[in-house]
């Protein structure tokens, strides 16, 4: 049974009667399928799906990243690599199932993969928290990272996820403290990492795996701080004005891209990835093959000044430099002491002035 959002109506009517005009069974009995008539109605659907899906709201974007058809995680992992190894525990606590780890294969090289996963029915949902890792799926996820990182694996994630799991038990394990170590585990790795952004990519829970050499959303994916419902409450007390935060908070794939937030846009087929899964693999794997090319030719000491320029540029004009000169990039420059007692020396009679000033105000207060 599809699924549709509420902008979909019309949408949902006419694949009513093109699935009526498909079956062959009718109140008369058999009848003969008409193909012209079939091909008539498809190309309508088409035409009504793009039509919608050229002039989405952030907030309808919001919920088509939320899709329950979207493909997950799980479902990119079993089809774009190969001889994949679920591996699991975080060797502190226990086992987290809201993230997939292990290592596989991709175009007959080793590649680790981590994948947050949402689940596909309620009851794989529930046992998979919803896609809210624990302190355990970021411990679990380091684990493997400093693992593949040791070995000169890249690494590939999926991201997936509302958040991370803001339950009393995750605070008591270091939520907080998991998921800044995870941020400082991707930066320093000396392997390429790339981060996908296949549906909501949502808080620290996002970017806890997401600080990565290369940032990639899927076109109908989110990326935030909070989500718009959260936002909404916060700023007007009204969960409803959903729009109005979406809007705000630029979390749609080309306001990011815009910002150069991200720095990758994948094409999904008209009405979203559920409904050509197969066309957005093509994608996914075409955008995974041509980003760890690029990398090929770095060695590890660009990888991680890549992955740091990528992350200082956010916002500024340029990134990090090695250069002494500080208005080439964020270097510092050396104080140079001897430059300062000769500034001090030129203008003595400046800071003696001054020196006396300040000596006569701080015994005037003394008296007072």
């Known amino acids: 049974m599809k699924n549709y959002l509420n902008f979909e109506t019309e949408v949902k009517e006419l694949e009513a009667q093109l699935d009526a005009l498909k079956d062959p069974y009718n109140k008369e009995g058999i009848s003969e399928v008409n193909t012209n008539e079939i091909g008539s109605y498809e190309e309508k659907i088409n035409k009504k799906l793009k039509k919608i899906y050229s002039d989405l709201n952030p907030w309808q974007i919001t919920q088509v990243a939320r899709h329950e058809d979207r493909p997950k995680a799980k ?33 007959n090289k080793s590649i680790l993969v981590i994948g947050q996963e949402k689940g596909e029915n309620l009851e794989e949902r529930l046992d998979r928290n919803f896609g809210m ?40 394990r270091g939520q907080a403290e998991a998921i800044a170590r995870s941020i400082e585990c991707c930066m320093k790795l000396e392997v390429p990492n790339i981060s996908i952004i296949i549906g909501e990519g949502g808080s620290g829970g996002a970017i806890a795996l997401a600080s990565a050499s290369k940032v990639i959303m899927l076109e109908n994916a989110i990326y ?59 994608n ?11 990398f090929t030719s770095l060695n590890k000491e660009e990888i991680i000044l890549q992955r740091k320029n990528k992350f200082l540029q956010i916002g500024r004009s340029k990134g ?27 203008n003595k009679k400046i800071f003696l002035s001054f020196a006396v000033a300040i000596s006569f105000l701080a015994g005037l207060f003394y008296l007072l």
């Open 224 to 282: 935030s701080v909070i989500s718009p419902e959260g936002c909404a409450t916060i700023l007007w007390r009204d969960p409803k004005k959903t729009l109005e935060a979406a809007s705000a908070m630029k979390l749609t794939s080309k306001d990011l891209f815009d910002l150069n937030i991200v720095d990758e846009i994948i094409e999904e087929p008209i009405g979203g990835a559920h409904r050509n899964r197969e066309k957005i693999l093509d």
């Open 133 to 172: 890792m624990r302190p355990e799926g970021y411990r679990k996820s380091i684990r493997l990272m400093e693992l593949a990182n040791k070995f000169n694996i890249p690494i590939i994630t999926f991201i997936d996820t509302p958040g991370a799991y803001p339950g009393v038990g995750a605070e008591e």
């Open 320 to 346: 990090f430099s090695t250069k002494s000169d500080a208005s080439s990039g964020l270097a510092l420059k050396k104080i140079n002491i001897n430059h300062i007692l000769e500034k001090v020396l030129k």
């Open 284 to 294: 996914v794997r075409a955008s995974i093959k041509k980003n760890l090319e690029s």
């Open 75 to 107: 479902y990119f992992i079993e089809n774009l690599f190969e001889d994949f190894i679920l591996l699991s525990g975080d060797r502190f606590y226990s086992e987290d199932k809201s993230v997939l780890t292990g290592f596989a294969k991709f175009n």
